[in-house]
């Protein structure tokens, strides 16, 4: 095989935010916006192309231009010295908390490893090259990105390693702030120490104090609305899969506060408008609010990106 061509859905999360670096539940839905890597082998060296720009290399190497050292990044988990060029494309908004980086790591892994002929557990592959870039992430965007099935979300729960198909009647918009946010720069991995500073307290019988302890409270919480959600979408009742993720955005905005005043606009813009229920989606700091929606209804805002649940990675023709 010499050229394939791979596209890879981004995500939306219904609930389950900033849980699964945590060991919890969570509960994406993968959306018909795409990366989109097209893969072809040379004789040597490393050519990336992007909408970004063009890196040229003799061989897999670190790279400063973060999009290329995801390219980087997967290459050495899959263990490729080169050979190749690799060119990326699609309409996945960078930036807005919609899984791109995620679906970059994922679209990059599958079309490298359908071109070299590798057999690899390609979720966890490309979760950990896009930590050895820097973000100190959980394995959600991944997951999703490669596992969903069109009409249902997705149950991941991290301590065990498994996922469910959850059935999923609604629709989904979402509203995007002027503003993107890195992951690297944002306070994502900040949250991501107090969380491991938390648990080390809670082990060793130390007092956690008042922020430490809003965190905890805010992922307990959470993994307990994903149960409550999941049992909402079984029943057909989506105004208390709504208020639950009412409830989410509360518990992120005052507990962990990763919400902003932008994210905070959009939320009360989508529920007067008619949303059943919204909440930031992603890390927070920034990006975009998910809004969920009754079965054929739309929301009446000039700005509203209506959305479908997608399937996971695929091959092109």
Known sequence: MQRVRVRAPG???????????????????????????????????VRIETSLGVHEATCVEPCQLRWAAYVMACCEMLGIEGGFALRAAGDLPMGKGLGSSGAYT???????????ELEVDRVRTAWQAERRTGVDCGILDQSASLLARVGHALLLDVTRGTHEHVPFAGRIAVLSTPSSRELVSSGYNQRVREWREAERRRREGIELGETLRRRVEHIERENQRVREGVGCLRDGDLEGFGSLMDASHRSLRDLYEVSTPELDACVARAREAGALGAKLTGAGFGGAVVCLLAPGASLPLADALMLLPAAGVSSCS
């Open 11 to 45: 995500r939306v999360n219904l609930l389950g935010e900033h849980t699964d670096y945590a060991g919890g539940l969570c509960l994406p839905l993968a959306i018909n916006r795409y990366v989109e890597v097209t893969a072809e082998k040379r004789d040597h060296g």
């Open 106 to 116: 994922v679209a990059i892994t599958s079309a490298l490893a359908e071109l070299f």
